[in-house]
């Protein structure tokens, strides 16, 4: 019965967003938190920003949406060091492998500072097959670098964000979809969009 629930959830999140089942279905683990379950993350190289949506019962939400830095180098990855975001095919998000603590990670840039932190407090690592290393992480000593292009491949958010991507929304198997250079709303992302612009109404009289 268990094993049915989580195939129907799977579907729901499917139809609500367009991935293949199977993809959606392996992004799932048993594990993931009932608080996050069935949210998923999209990151946009035109816009420069990082949402994250809860997709169930055939439509989405939109959750929160945060500033980003994406590569120097616009386009699809090709190989290690061509300092490209690499970009998910359609209907097959990325997703996160493992949630690291990245506090105390150096990185040399090349720019003459040397080894300096340069993570945040966290390291959210991603499946991206054909590709290694590439994570959503913070920017320590480059802030002012999101949003904006100058990562050499991961997707950076600022410090504060990252720590609140990491505790509310983030969850080991969660899809990361990477939309394509100057790929706009998904067609379910304006959907969500335009709800989240709709008024509230209340039960509370004017006074």
Partial sequence: MTTLIQAI????LAAAIGLTPAA????????????????????????LNLKVYRAEKG???????YPACLSKNKGQKQRRGDMRTPESPQG????????????AWKHDFGDGRGPILAYGNWFLRLLTPG?????????????????????????????TDIIKLKQT????GMPVIIKAEGQGLLPWEAKAE????????SNQATK
């Fill in 59 to 65: 439509d989405t939400t939109l959750l929160a949406t």
């Fill in 194 to 201: 335009a709800k989240a612009k709709q008024p509230h109404t």
């Fill in 24 to 47: 959606t279905h392996a992004a799932q683990p048993k594990a993931a938190p009932a608080a996050k379950r069935n949210t998923l993350i999209v990151i946009s190289k035109r816009d």
């Fill in 92 to 103: 097959r998000p990325f997703k996160i492998v493992s949630i690291e603590n990245a506090k």
């Fill in 9 to 12: 959830k799977a579907l729901a």
């Fill in 169 to 172: 929304y983030a969850w080991v």
């Fill in 131 to 159: 590709h290694s290393g590439i994570g959503i992480h913070g920017s320590t000593n480059n802030e002012a670098t999101v949003p904006g292009r100058a990562s050499e491949g991961c997707i950076r958010l600022r410090d």
